[in-house]
């Protein structure tokens, strides 16, 4: 891949990209963010990654960003995704979006997103709060709901919860505003 550093409100964002060798431009693009939110997309096809391999063999370009939350990229990156799930993510996606919607080799007709867990849950965000850019999104176990996501962790997580995504019995309306499902008659 490619390794591009797009502009983002809050520091350039790091994004692999796979170009497809033997399509001919415009060629449809996916973008993937990956799992976590606290992983890191890294420039290889691991064994469970294979269908994105298939993707790009098949003509279709793959745009795989390391946004805030995603380890390797310091502290601050990382933790900034804490309680800010569908706030400082969305913003990086956008940035990484309209990236995508100035290639020339992308079709701008066909934009897709995919992802699963963390990855899904920024899928969902991505369709439901930037609805306008994607002509197709794939999610994969990524909770629509913030707030039934946190109550559904065993007794033990729960304080780990309400600080990395937020506390359903004082934050429930701030949950409910970053939660996809909220948005879902935009998609």
């Not at 370009?61 to 601050?76: C, E, F, K, M």
């Not at 729960?158 to 499902?181: K, Y």
Request: glycine share 10%; net charge negative.
């Amino acid at each position: 891949p490619e390794l591009i550093r797009t502009p983002g409100p809050e520091g350039d964002i790091p994004c692999f990209v796979y170009r497809p060798r033997s399509a001919r431009a415009p060629y449809p693009a996916v973008l993937y963010p990956h799992g976590g939110p606290e992983g890191q997309s890294r420039p290889a096809f691991s064994p469970h990654l294979m269908h994105l391999a298939a993707l790009v063999d098949r003509g279709i370009a793959l745009v795989v960003p390391n946004i805030h939350g995603s380890t390797g990229y310091g502290r601050s990156w990382q933790a900034a995704i804490h309680k800010d799930w569908g706030g400082v993510d969305l913003r990086d996606l956008r940035a990484v979006t309209e990236w995508m919607r100035e290639q020339k080799d992308f079709d701008q007709a066909r934009l897709a997103v995919y992802g699963g867990s963390y990855g899904g849950f920024a899928t969902l965000t991505c369709v439901t709060r930037l609805p306008e850019y994607w002509a197709a999104a794939v999610d994969s176990v990524g909770p629509a709901n913030l707030l039934t996501f946190v109550r559904a962790v065993p007794p033990t997580w729960l304080r780990f919860m309400a600080a990395w995504v937020g506390d359903p019995d004082t934050e429930e309306e701030f949950l409910r505003e970053r939660s996809p499902i909220t948005y879902v008659d935009q998609v």
